[in-house]
């Protein structure tokens, strides 16, 4: 059972939301037991440190132990000082209080334990065909430390799983690499364009299978949050709140336009600090601008394609789904989230090996602070963010010219 309230119209209150946290977990076997919360970083907008807050007086006074872990996927793990201002408490040493807050060291594989394998019949069956392999399933071994899990976590229209919530902070959250690279793969081979905003996807059927071998009791908090505050929010098995949450997100973060853009400026916020996540600026427009069209990724912070892949980002560059796909013996051994992320940012194109002709059908031009010279061998455009003028791109809709403040969250359909 999922307890909840949300609307497209109005926020939730800060008492409405300690409201429904209580009633949600009421039911929930907390009380004497371990507890382990799993959140997200930074670049995921939510009110958490009321979250944390909240938590804290609703569970903490019940559980033996009220801990975190930050769900980090492949992400940079946080500072003391950066959890702190995140969670609103303060961080010593990982420690807040009687609570201890954990990184997810996704690049440590002692971190793992493995907790099963989806076998390759069922794996082509749940990704439509895609894939036909055997996918390990490991997880951070840490939550065998605690007798119960919750997630807390928003949800917002996503490029490889189609809605981001839910389960989706076991995997690729606190996941080990294989089903990570495997679902970001799946997720390429569909494409961003038809997957992201779509509801249920064959992604996120891998993910909840991946989900059901933790036994562990599990709840999730999903939100729904946008600028102004919270929209929803949903508790009960991740499943079934992610799906509440996700019902709504498509009616707040989907905006519907009737004619297709020719250039977009995507104006990216501090939270995302390489382009590996201001790409979201890319994958929240692409279907809604026009063929032969641009947009034009404004972030003058940014000055790294990617943290942790970036190595493997400068080596293969930027290219659509079939680049790959049609040279496969080239770029199979390459990490498949790594691959993933570059075709989500290419966007749909085709290509020709006969020629060696590769034809994006939008363009895709960084205003940040990587070089001129990276863009360029990475296959990407430059302009000068020196160069751009905020006020030139706005007002501009019914030309075909659109600038989007804090992009990232809010995905840009056709009618």
Request: proline share 6%; hydrophobic share 40%; glycine share 10%.
């Amino acid at each position: 059972m999922v307890i909840g309230r949300g609307s497209a119209e109005h926020d939730l209150t800060d008492a409405e939301l300690r409201a429904l946290l209580e009633a949600g977990l009421a039911a929930a076997d907390l009380d004497g037991r371990r507890v382990l919360v799993i959140i997200p970083d930074t670049t995921r907008s939510m009110p958490m440190a009321r979250m944390f807050d909240h938590l804290q007086e609703v569970v903490g006074p019940r559980a033996a132990a009220l801990d975190f872990l930050l769900a980090l996927g492949t992400h940079r793990a946080m500072s003391d000082p950066h959890i702190s201002a995140w969670i609103g408490r303060t961080v010593r040493n990982g420690r807040a209080g009687r609570s201890r807050i954990f990184n997810h060291e996704w690049d440590d594989p002692a971190q793992f334990r493995r907790i099963g394998v989806i076998p390759a019949e069922e794996i082509r069956r749940l990704s439509e065909g895609g894939l036909d392999q055997d996918v390990p399933v490991s997880l951070n071994a840490r939550i065998f430390d605690y007798e119960r899990l919750i997630v807390c976590g928003p949800v917002f229209p996503h490029e490889v799983v189609g809605f981001s919530g839910g389960n989706k902070y076991f995997f690729p959250g606190i996941a080990g690499p294989e089903i990570i690279h495997l679902t970001h793969w799946l997720g390429a081979l569909l494409t961003s364009s038809r997957i992201i905003g779509a509801g249920y996807s064959p992604v996120r059927a891998v993910i909840d299978r991946a989900a059901e071998m933790i036994d562990r009791p599990k709840t999730c908090c999903a939100l729904v949050v946008r600028e102004s505050g919270t929209a929803g929010l949903f508790i009960g098995p991740p499943r079934e709140a992610w799906q509440a949450a996700a019902e709504l997100s498509a009616r707040v973060h989907i905006r519907w336009v009737e004619k297709p853009f020719r250039r977009v400026l995507s104006i990216m916020p501090q939270m995302y600090e390489d382009l590996w996540t201001a790409a979201k600026g890319m994958y929240k427009l692409e279907p809604a601008v026009a063929a032969g069209g641009e947009v034009v990724i404004y972030a003058p912070h940014v000055r790294e394609v990617s943290y942790t892949h970036g190595p493997f980002i400068d080596e293969i560059g930027y290219h659509c789904r079939d680049y790959f796909t049609k040279q496969w013996e080239k770029y199979k051994h390459f990490p498949g989230a790594a691959l993933a992320h570059s075709t989500h940012v290419k966007g749909l194109g085709e290509y020709d090996p006969a020629t060696g002709i590769e034809t994006p059908r939008i363009r895709v031009t960084l205003a940040t602070g990587i070089p001129e010279e990276r863009c360029r061998r990475i296959n990407l455009g430059y302009l000068d963010p020196q160069s751009v003028d905020v006020r030139d791109w706005q007002g501009r809709e019914a030309e075909g010219i659109f600038a989007v403040p804090r992009a990232g969250e809010i995905l840009y359909r056709l009618k």
